[in-house]
């Protein structure tokens, strides 16, 4: 690629990246609460604020199960394996086994609505979503 290509290139994919932190959803709406949830911006990391309860849960309790390679019959889970409204789906309705057998009981219901958020925030596809209230 020559140059100017190149820098027209660079031109491009800027906007490109811009749109799309911008186009992720800034509220969720919350079937077991009826609630509107608003979503805070913040950095990606699971370790740091505002989304680290919500990421130090997934990461704490759902993939102490749902790690690659695991003993416990569990899928390989991370926040990319739904869309935003099968991670609702996965709370509102607590399909998965884990749900029913307990594996989730140690949360309160305000964890699990943070969980759900981040999961929500960051799952696949997320950056077309937008507001659900
Ligand atoms: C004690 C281990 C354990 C923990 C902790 C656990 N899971 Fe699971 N989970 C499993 C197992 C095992 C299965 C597969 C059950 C089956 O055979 O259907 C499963 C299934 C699932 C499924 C269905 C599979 C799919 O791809 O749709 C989802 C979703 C899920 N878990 C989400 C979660 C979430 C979210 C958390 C954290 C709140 C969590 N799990 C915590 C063991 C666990």
Redesign the pocket.
Known sequence: MNRFAMSLAALLLVPAFANQAEAAPKTRYDATTQTCRVLSDGPLEWESRPWGEGGK??KE??K???SHNND????F?WTE??SSDAWNR?FATRY????KDG??NG?TKEQLLE?NDY?YRFAAYSQGVNDSC
Do not use: I, Q, R, Y
């Open positions: 849960l997934f309790v759902c102490s199960c749902h416990k019959g569990a899928p889970l394996s739904k996965v998965p086994k884990c749900a594996s989730w949360m969980l999961l």
